[in-house]
């Protein structure tokens, strides 16, 4: 298995990135760091899925002249392209949820609120 | 206690997807499953019957043009909720004691000099996102970026004259509706909503379509991602 490991290194890698993320997401009180281990979760998937699509020795998948195979996966790349303006959305979105909680009640530590209600 | 609990949970969580990765095709080979049949047609025919060099432009805009289609509505979404959430209700706490910023003057003045420069790289992004690395959102983003920058440095009043309030409502709907009027078009064009021209003669149209929608992309998202910013910078 560790052998295995040494070869998808890269996928172990976010695996790590991905934990490190969940960490957060559970152990921290802070809202906003909360969210912030949210987005190293999604980081970690995006980087799993571009590195599935990775094959050694590969150019960018853009044809014209001068291009020649192998090309690198695009379907991962193009997945990974609308993901990110997703996670982008749902940031902005979360934020000014915070902003808002914050306005109504003055705090954005978890156990504060959850001693609030 | 807790931290016991989390390690716990952490532990427990990294097991099966260790298990999982170790058991993954290896790292960049091209015998992959995902490499060996969707891909390698897109990568054979896409250039062609796409109509842009850029596969993966293909791949987002033509043959998976309703995925992107949708993601656009989403970041407009995101916009409509975000202006919900922060202008809707009691707005009357905002604007009363905004430090005014003081910035200085090498960056001040490096900004400005930069700043045609960034525009100018964002939109040649944008409008080579068919033959080159880029596209819509990488523009999109630089621009929005640009805007930031500058309400950082010049100060909101100054940097809010970059979005008109007539055309702005257009303007941060402008992916959405860009690739409507594309869809559209196609629909009267080949009996499918986004059905592309598919005769090898009118690849200029599929090309100039395709460019259609990166810049009302590149467009739409600028004016998203500083609509948002200025929504935020006003809570202070």
Redesign the interface.
């Known amino acids: 298995m560790i052998e295995a490991l040494w070869v998808n290194l890269d996928y172990a890698a976010s695996v790590v990135l991905f934990l490190i993320g969940l960490y957060a997401v559970i152990a921290k009180d802070n809202l906003i760091k909360k969210f912030m281990g949210l987005n190293i979760m999604e980081t970690a998937i995006f980087a799993f899925i571009v590195a599935l699509g990775v094959v050694d020795g590969g150019d960018a998948p853009i044809m014209g002249e001068g291009a020649r195979a192998p090309f690198t996966n695009p379907i991962p790349q193009a997945l990974i392209l609308t993901g990110i303006v997703v996670a982008v959305s749902t940031t902005a979105l979360a934020l000014s949820l915070i902003i808002r909680i914050y306005r109504q009640c003055g705090t954005i530590e978890a156990d504060e609120l959850r001693e609030m209600e | 206690m ?2 016991a609990l ?1 390690a716990a ?2 532990i427990l ?2 097991i099966p ?3 999982a ?4 095709p ?5 015998s ?1 499953a ?2 060996t049949h ?2 390698a047609y ?2 054979e025919h ?2 062609e019957e796409a109509g842009a ?4 432009t ?3 805009l033509n043959y ?1 043009g309703f ?2 289609n949708g ?2 509505t ?2 407009f ?3 409509a ?2 202006l919900a ?2 202008l809707l209700g ?1 707005a009357s ?1 905002a604007t009363e004691d905004k430090p005014s910023h003081s910035v200085s003057v090498v960056v001040s003045f490096i900004v400005r000099l930069l700043a045609p420069f960034i525009a100018m790289f964002a939109v040649y992004v944008i409008i080579n996102g068919h ?3 880029g ?1 819509g ?1 990488q523009g999109g983003t630089i621009l929005g970026a640009l805007a930031i920058v500058l309400t950082l440095v010049l100060g909101e009043d100054e940097a809010r004259r970059l979005l008109p309030e007539r055309p702005k409502p257009w303007l941060q709907a402008a992916a959405p509706l860009t690739f409507i009027g594309i869809g559209l078009a196609g629909l009267t064009d080949t009996g499918f909503y986004l059905g592309f021209p598919t005769a090898e003669a009118l690849s200029w149209i599929r090309t100039m379509w395709l460019l259609a929608i990166e810049i009302g992309i590149g467009v739409g ?1 600028a004016a998203i ?1 500083a609509s ?1 910013f200025w ?2 910078e006003a ?1 202070r």
Do not use: C, Q
């Open positions: 807790k931290k989390v949970l952490l969580a990294a997807l260790l298990l990765v170790s058991e993954l290896p790292h960049g080979s091209a992959n995902t490499y969707v891909s897109y990568l896409g250039a060099e850029n596969i993966i293909d791949v987002i998976r995925d992107t993601e656009v989403v970041i979404t995101a916009l909720a975000v959430v922060l009691d706490t033959i080159s690395p596209g959102f998202g991602i948002i929504t935020m809570e």
